[in-house]
């Protein structure tokens, strides 16, 4: 698995990447403050829009050209304090490279993004994920989700589908705040395969309003 997303990276076989970072974060999102964990990041730009919200951001990723190409293309300059770290300058952001459930380093996060993270690993993988995720969080730390749901009977992941129950299994804080059609922007294997229905669903904890 770990090799078939250093070769994705390699050839550029990233079609989840969102270049205008993601609207449901911007819609949702509403702490300020915090150290924000961001699981599995990519090069998202969502790393940039959290810290512009006031918070200091960490993000983990297995491949090194991902890290590059975010402070690249971004135009950030980073230090590197220790193999695997890349810390910007004059930035609160950090991207650690390397496998996410090596990292250790750092714990007590209040504050977890996932966004392609959770959806991207097989079901076997998911509990160590979501146990190791746990471990790097504070006991209240603010969640926030992003699953996708579709027939996975007739189309196989990644992005995986999630059931509430298996969300709700591992993060019983969670409450769903929305769930839209995403067909539109779906991977074309899923349209291959006959999908006709594919939904983008968000996951909060500790919802007080909710903005429509
Ligand atoms: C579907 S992409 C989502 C990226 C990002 N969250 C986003 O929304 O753009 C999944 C990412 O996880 C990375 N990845 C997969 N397994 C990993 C692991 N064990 N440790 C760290 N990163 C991993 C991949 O290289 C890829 O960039």
């Excluded at 975010?70 to 980073?78: R, S, T, V």
């Excluded at 995986?160 to 839209?180: K, Q, T, V």
């Amino acid at each position: 698995m770990i090799d078939a997303w250093i070769e994705r990276w390699q050839v550029g076989r990233i079609g989840w990447h969102e270049p205008g970072g993601n609207a449901s974060l911007k819609r949702y999102w509403d702490q300020t403050g915090c150290r924000v964990l961001v699981p599995l990041c990519g090069k998202s730009a969502d790393l940039l829009w959290l810290e512009s919200q006031g918070n200091s951001v960490t993000g983990v990723e297995l491949s090194e050209l991902a890290v590059t190409a975010f402070f690249d293309e971004n135009e950030l300059e980073y230090s590197s304090s220790s193999p695997g770290r890349f810390d910007a300058v004059d930035r609160n952001i950090t991207m650690v490279c390397g496998d996410y459930f090596d990292f250790v380093e750092e714990s007590g996060f209040d504050a977890l993004y996932d966004r392609g993270s959770l959806v991207a690993l097989p079901a076997d993988v998911r509990p160590d994920y979501a146990a190791h995720t746990r471990s790097l969080l504070t006991q209240d730390a603010c969640l926030f989700v992003i699953t996708v749901d579709y027939d996975q009977t007739r189309a196989d992941g990644p992005p995986f589908s999630l059931s509430a129950d298996e969300i709700l299994g591992y993060w019983p804080d969670l409450e769903r705040r929305d769930r839209y059609d995403d067909l539109a922007n779906c991977p074309p294997k899923f349209i291959d395969a006959g999908l006709t229905e594919f939904y983008e669903v968000v996951w909060q904890s500790g919802i007080t309003t909710v903005r429509r």
